[in-house]
């Protein structure tokens, strides 16, 4: 007959399975990642923040995903590594603390579908309806779009948690490195059948949601598209919905794999794994594919290192708000290649490969 422990405060976890040798690779490798998505979540959140110039809706409802993967990792990255370097025998973790670990988790998950979404909406916007797009994307919408995509998982996990933390306890063993909802209901011996129906009733409209609207937003902008005689236009639509669609893409494949896997217990191991790659691949390939992409923070990288380089005949940077015209009275010999930047009230770079005698007059 099975001893039960009823209600303990405190639970055991289930070592990650990695062989002794690979025991300190995995671990860097872990460590790497974890410092990695801090420095550059961290940065983009930060540039975001100082350039005025990208004070947009676009980059500000990004800004979602940033802190979303940092407080993702953050949750789980640092107690792996703790576990790691632990015997199994002392994986001990108290209750309250996994369901702080379970209820962030799937805060983590759900908002990350929540944000692409509002994020797919500000797209569709800006390409459908560009003329209305800053009558439309105001500061309070963006912050009514923000709330929404954080308020919705807050309840939808809040009612999650709550279902299971009603139930009473008679097992202590978490077959997981980390704690989730279904680890934490399995340790119950009372019936969960209001647990996996509301479970799977809350995976399946998420998905649903998350599908149909990118769905319905890229089939719009498509149709924006097609129908359009711009360049200028469908070039835009490609660059931004494109960065758009490869973050959905990574994300929606790491779920999908996460969410298999959970239903195969013999694979427990790689459901494992693929529930700690969920936190750690978009969390560093969020920040590198919308730093790539975007024009602006290339811009600002630009700017950045530029005015550290020094040239080897001079530098010429002007921040002015001068009107310049053509005076045969002063001549500046410029060399082949040099980047004359200039702000007039807008950003404008010149790039002139030229060999030749420019004449300026400032005014």
Known sequence: ???????????????????????????????????????????????????????????????????????????????LLKDMLRPPSEL????????????????????????????????????????RYNTIMTN??????TVWAWGVPLVLVGILLGLTIRLNRCRTMIR?????????????????????????????????????????TYTKIA?????????????????????????FLVMMISVLSNVTLHRFPLYSD??????????????????IIYGVQSKEIRHFLFKLFQSKKVLPSFHLDLDLELNLYLDPNLTLHLDPNLVLQLSLGLDLQLHLNLDMDINLHLA
Not at 57 to 74: A, E, H, V
Not at 272 to 286: Q, W
């Open 1 to 79: 007959m099975e001893n039960y422990t009823y209600n303990s405060p405190t639970l055991q976890l289930k070592a990650l399975n990695v062989s002794k040798a690979s025991v300190y690779p995995v671990f860097l490798l872990f460590l790497f990642s974890y410092l990695f998505i801090m420095v550059a979540n961290v940065s983009i959140a930060v540039l975001i923040f100082i350039d005025k110039n990208l004070h947009q809706p676009m980059y500000l409802l990004f800004c979602n995903l940033p802190f979303n993967d940092i407080l993702g990792n953050s949750i789980l990255l640092p107690h």
């Open 223 to 247: 149709v924006v598209c097609l129908t359009s005689n711009s360049k200028s236009l469908n070039s835009k639509a490609l660059k931004t919905c494109s960065t758009h669609l490869v973050v």
């Open 270 to 287: 790689y459901r494992t794994l693929c529930g700690i790659l969920f936190h750690i691949v978009p969390g560093s390939l969020n920040p």
């Open 92 to 131: 001990f973790i108290s209750y309250y603390e996994c369901v702080v670990q379970a209820f962030t988790t799937h805060m983590f998950g759900t908002t990350s579908h929540t944000v692409l979404m509002i994020m797919a909406f500000d797209r569709y916007v800006a390409i459908s309806n560009p003329l």
């Open 176 to 216: 997981s490195p980390s704690c989730d909802n279904a680890s934490l209901f399995k340790l119950s011996c009372e019936s969960v059948l209001i647990n996996n129906v509301y479970g799977l009733t809350f995976t399946v409209v998420m998905f649903t949601a998350s599908i149909g609207s990118m769905v319905i």
């Open 140 to 145: 309070r919408m963006v912050m009514k779009l």
